[in-house]
């Protein structure tokens, strides 16, 4: 079965940085489209980024523009999200998804890794 395990999360100061990883198995991985979405506590889950298939373009919410960014190594079956200056509200638990479709609703999502970001 289609398996994405993130991982790389963790508790940071505000300014730092923290590289998260997403394993994906079960699935023609540079078939999809990657994301990564994040939920804060009472909050509903929101889009972070993505990017296709070939690695040829990306998309960015305007919350974390210029701070992340989103790869991808289609040979080893996993997506990167790049967080720089981290700031308090980056705050959340962040998801792993795979879209058949370009900026769809996910087919697949993965369990979540925490990130936490203090003051």
């Known amino acids: 079965q289609v398996q994405l395990v993130e991982s790389g999360g963790g508790l940071v100061q505000a300014g730092a940085s923290l590289r998260l990883s997403c394993a994906a198995s079960?699935?023609?991985?540079?078939?999809?489209?990657m994301g990564w979405f994040r939920q804060a506590p009472g909050k509903e889950r929101e889009f972070v980024t993505a990017?296709?298939?070939?690695?040829?373009?990306?998309s960015y919410a305007d919350s974390v523009k210029g701070r992340f960014a989103i790869s991808r190594d289609n040979a080893k079956n996993t997506v990167y999200l790049q967080m720089n200056s981290l700031k308090p509200e980056d705050t959340a638990l962040y998801f792993c998804?795979?879209?058949?479709?370009?900026?769809?609703?996910?087919?697949?999502w993965g369990q979540g890794t925490q990130v936490t970001v203090s003051s």
């Open positions: 990017i296709r298939r070939r690695n040829d373009g990306t």
């Open positions: 079960g699935l023609t991985f540079s078939s999809y489209a």
């Open positions: 998804a795979a879209s058949r479709t370009w900026l769809g609703n996910p087919n697949y």
